[in-house]
């Protein structure tokens, strides 16, 4: 996730231009073979041309995240879009899906939200989240020890509200599998997210537990083999 989500808009008439402009959408795939065409038809039978997706704000080797505005909400948000060339691989497709799907049960104050998962105009795949402005933690801290009892409060605080994330997902069944600085936005106002729930790995749910109160699952399983050599998270840590 970007450390900061801001946009400059024109309170006239929308987004300027230059950052919402159509023609900046990213391109959806060309051709999709016969089982990820499946997939995504499955789970987003229909195109929705109410989001304008701007400018990029970070990049990774899967996707970016980019700015983006809801017509019909008149909202800021950013948007989360797969590069055209991991559309030729299930395994990043399905991956993209159920992160969007796993990160949207997780309704929690220190989670940012999911807004929407989709297709635009040109069939490419995205999911909408909460523009935060913050910076991720390790930035935050660096290597400056808290030096004063405001500091030191101060870090405590966000460091609850880190376990306040991590306990309410354990407890709907989920395991966040790459907790470290980086994937945990410190906003000005002592905002704390845990982000990038995309090598979470989901718990099989106790036969006391109703359904509704566990994280569900309901994309076609991955093949045994596609699952050989995967290794999830960050080996640092």
């Known amino acids: 996730a970007p450390a900061t989500m801001a946009a400059n808009h024109d309170d006239s008439d929308g987004p300027e231009t230059s950052q919402f402009n159509k023609r900046a959408s990213v391109k959806g795939p060309a051709r999709l073979d016969p089982r990820t065409r499946s997939l995504v038809d499955n789970v987003l039978p229909a195109m929705m041309e109410h989001l304008r997706i701007g400018d990029e704000l970070a990049a990774g080797g899967i996707g970016s995240v980019r700015l983006a505005f809801d017509t019909a909400l008149q909202r800021h948000m950013v948007a989360k879009v797969l590069h055209d060339q991991s559309y ?121 537990v109703h359904p509704d109160l566990w994280i569900r699952e309901d994309l076609p399983p991955l093949r045994p083999d596609e699952r050989i050599g995967i290794v999830s998270g960050t080996p640092e840590y």
């Open 88 to 208: 030729d691989y299930y395994l990043l497709v399905h991956g993209f899906i159920r992160e969007a799907q796993v990160t949207g049960q997780l309704e929690h104050p220190n989670i940012a939200p999911i807004y929407e998962l989709g297709r635009d105009p040109q069939g490419g795949l995205f999911f909408t989240m909460k523009r935060i402005d913050g910076r991720p933690r390790y930035t935050a801290i660096g290597n400056r020890p808290a030096r004063d009892p405001e500091t030191l409060h101060r870090r405590l605080d966000a460091f609850l509200k880190i376990c306040d994330a991590i306990a309410f997902a354990h407890s709907r069944g989920v395991l966040h599998c790459d907790i470290k600085s980086g994937n945990v936005i410190l906003g000005p106002y002592g905002q704390v997210y845990v982000m990038d729930w995309g090598n979470a790995k989901l718990m099989p749910r106790p036969s006391d």
